[in-house]
């Protein structure tokens, strides 16, 4: 019998590697789910393995335990990397490599669509650090190359855009940053690695926010980084001198979130297209931002690069933001709140008050839907409550 479990097949399918490992259930007791290890320190049998402490699996805890092993291994299969760093948040995934690349000098291209607390760290710290920040139009594809500059040590991408929804040509931008001399990072939490792979085209660091559909269930915050053998070294070696890892539970957390992420990411993929299709027919809607839908700007690029899509979406409501106010405040089953990829609806006012280049569209009230796992008869229904509101308003 083979010992070689399905984990590392890459001729399985993606939901049969979710399902199983990447550990070995023998090496726990038959246990099916890795153990969740508290700890600081780790012991060492002699003082030469102390010494020589790194050809020890583990040596202390926030270099790393089974637990964070676990995700670890599990996330870099996923995003074909040779390394992944876990943080305790999906900010710090972003924070922590843009620390790791530059320093005082350098030039550092950002994507205007980007997450706005993503903006406020370059605006802010890395601003202080003496680096200087410039902010493309996510449509630049290749033309980025007139932006690089000797200095430029990092380009930053985030596709499909947070709230915009543009798609970036991720490998004509990635090539054009490497023939620069630039490390590419992408935060690639819209479409998980299920539905996009960054390393694939050419991207140095994949960035996600576990705290969305990894986790899955609006209980627990963690980030992650994935990175290419080439920039791994230096990625780990800040990891470790900031001193910041990911707590066990949380990571166990995200790890059994990991099981069903392929089943729910397909059911909130399909209700979002569902409920964008049927907000697309409303004469209340003035535009439907989803990378899918057939109209939409970036849906050629979406195709050509995406496996699929996920929960997340925008659209344009007729009127001002009185009317914005009352649609979102007549809704029962969406909640009112920020962060996604839960099993619950939500819904937000978007504020592109940041932007210099991406705008956004025109013609009314820009909100931001994440579709959940509720049937999408009571999400419409929900909606036309919002709808009537927004006419007596
Ligand atoms: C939510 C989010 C983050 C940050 O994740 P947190 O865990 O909330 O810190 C980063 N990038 C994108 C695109 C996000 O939507």
């Keep these: 019998m083979s010992t070689e479990r399905p984990k590392s097949d890459q001729t399985v399918g993606v939901n049969t590697r979710l399902a199983h490992g990447p550990y070995d259930p023998r090496l726990q007791h038959g246990f099916v789910n890795p153990p969740v290890f508290h700890g600081s320190t780790v012991l060492f049998p002699d003082v030469a393995t102390l010494r020589d402490r790194a050809r020890q699996p583990f040596s202390y805890a926030l270099s790393g335990t089974p637990t964070t092993k676990a ?36 030039h550092c291209l950002v994507v205007d669509s980007v ?77 998980t690695p299920l539905l996009f ?22 209980d627990v915050m963690m ?26 539970d949380d990571t166990y957390l995200v790890l059994r979130g990991l099981k069903t992420m392929g089943v ?36 050629a690029l979406w195709r050509r690069q995406f496996s699929g899509s996920s929960g997340l979406f925008g659209f344009v409501l007729k009127g001002g933001g009185k009317t914005g106010d009352a649609f979102l405040n007549a809704l029962t089953l969406f909640g009112l709140g920020f962060s996604w990829g839960g099993h619950e609806s939500l819904a937000v006012p978007s504020d592109l008050s940041d932007r210099t280049i991406a705008k956004g569209p025109d013609g009314g009230t820009l909100i931001r839907l994440q579709i959940g796992l509720e049937d999408v008869d009571d999400l419409c229904a929900d909606l036309e409550r919002g709808f009537a509101a927004a006419r007596a308003a």
Aim: aromatic share 6%; hydrophobic share 45%.
């Design 115 to 191: 997450y706005h607390p993503t903006r406020r760290f370059c605006d802010g710290t890395l601003t202080r650090m003496g680096v200087t920040v410039e902010y493309f139009d996510p449509h630049i594809g290749g033309g980025i190359a007139a932006l690089m500059r000797p200095e430029t040590k990092v380009v930053f991408i985030e596709a499909p855009g947070s709230h915009t929804f543009e798609i970036v040509d991720v490998a004509a931008v990635a090539e054009a940053a490497r023939t620069g001399g630039a490390v590419t990072m992408m935060d690639n939490t819209w479409a």
């Design 264 to 299: 729910r990411l397909e059911r909130h993929g399909r209700s979002a297209l569902a409920v964008a299709e049927w907000l697309a027919s409303r004469d209340e809607v003035a535009a439907v931002l989803h990378p899918a839908l057939p109209d939409f700007p970036g849906n």
């Design 197 to 218: 792979r960054p390393l694939d085209h050419g991207v140095d660091l994949s960035i996600h926010a576990l705290t969305k559909y990894p986790g899955g269930h609006s």
């Design 223 to 248: 980030g992650s980084v994935s990175a290419s053998r080439e920039v791994w070294p230096q990625l780990r070696a800040t990891q470790l001198q900031l001193g910041v890892n990911a707590a066990p």
């Design 71 to 106: 995700l670890e291994d599990a996330l870099n299969e996923l995003e074909g990397s040779a390394g992944t760093i876990l943080l305790p948040s999906g900010l710090a995934a972003v924070t922590v490599p843009l620390l790791a690349f530059l320093s005082a000098g350098d």
